[in-house]
């Protein structure tokens, strides 16, 4: 049964930098599908963030490629998001979830999802 | 980037209706459209892959259609566990990108 939970601190102050890790169980990251982050505010809906292979490979939002970088650690089945110089903008609900690959070039969206943590950028 | 909107925003069912949600592309996106079914403090769940393609577990009464930039989602007779929020996303290329929802809710 894969299972995938987001872990990370909640409350974050503006200008500094957000992190998080998501642990994967049920599967290996090593495996041919590929690692995603989502967020979801009010304001912007679902945003789609980046993307992570086991390989190290990433894809960013251009909306957010300034700010962002991942990784993945397939020693521990992991794999992290890391926002920087955040402001009240980026409060939202960070997914992380898995783009299946079924197929040479096969994509079905996201299948499995975390269940979300709420991050909050304050002072 | 590639725009997705969905249509209506917000829409008022009863059990038993059959009922369709459209999304639109602001340009083809092929058949690599998904979509989502979201309830209150949960995360979006897989309905529906490559415009058609029923995901594994979820029942026959979801449909998809469309290909290009014109796609559906038809509930064909609504059931209480139905009413949420919906969602289409595509995956034709970088960024990935959401319709803004439509919530479903009962008349």
């Known amino acids: 049964q894969v299972h995938l939970q987001e872990s990370g601190p909640g409350l974050v102050k503006p200008s500094g930098a957000l992190s998080l890790t998501c642990t994967v169980s049920?599967?290996?990251?090593?495996?041919?599908?590929?690692w995603s982050w989502v967020r979801q505010s009010p304001g912007k809906g679902l945003e789609w963030i980046g993307e992570v292979y086991h390989s190290g490979s990433t894809t960013y939002n251009p909306s957010l490629k300034t700010r962002v970088s991942m990784s993945a650690d397939k020693s521990k089945n992991q794999f992290s998001l890391k926002l920087s110089s955040v402001t009240a903008a980026d409060t939202a609900v960070y997914y992380c979830?898995?783009?299946?690959?079924?197929?040479?070039?096969?994509?079905?969206?996201?299948?499995?999802w975390g269940q979300g943590t709420l991050v909050t950028v304050s002072s | 980037d590639i725009q997705m909107t969905q249509s209506p925003s917000t829409l008022s069912a009863s059990v038993g209706d059959r009922v369709t949600i459209t999304c639109r592309a602001s340009?083809?996106?092929?058949?690599?459209l998904a979509w989502y079914q979201q309830k209150p403090g949960k995360a979006p769940n897989l309905l529906i892959y490559?415009?058609?393609t029923l995901e594994s577990g979820v029942p026959s009464r979801f449909s998809g259609s469309g290909s290009g930039t014109e796609f559906a989602l038809t509930i064909s007779s609504l059931q209480p566990d139905d009413f949420a929020t919906y969602y289409c996303?595509?995956?034709?290329?970088?960024?990935?990108?959401f319709g803004q929802g439509t919530k479903l809710d009962v008349k």
């Open positions: 340009q083809s996106i092929s058949r690599w």
């Open positions: 996303q595509h995956y034709n290329s970088y960024p990935y990108t």
């Open positions: 049920g599967v290996s990251i090593s495996s041919r599908h590929w």
């Open positions: 979830a898995r783009l299946r690959v079924i197929q040479a070039n096969g994509y079905t969206g996201f299948d499995y």
């Open positions: 490559e415009a058609s």
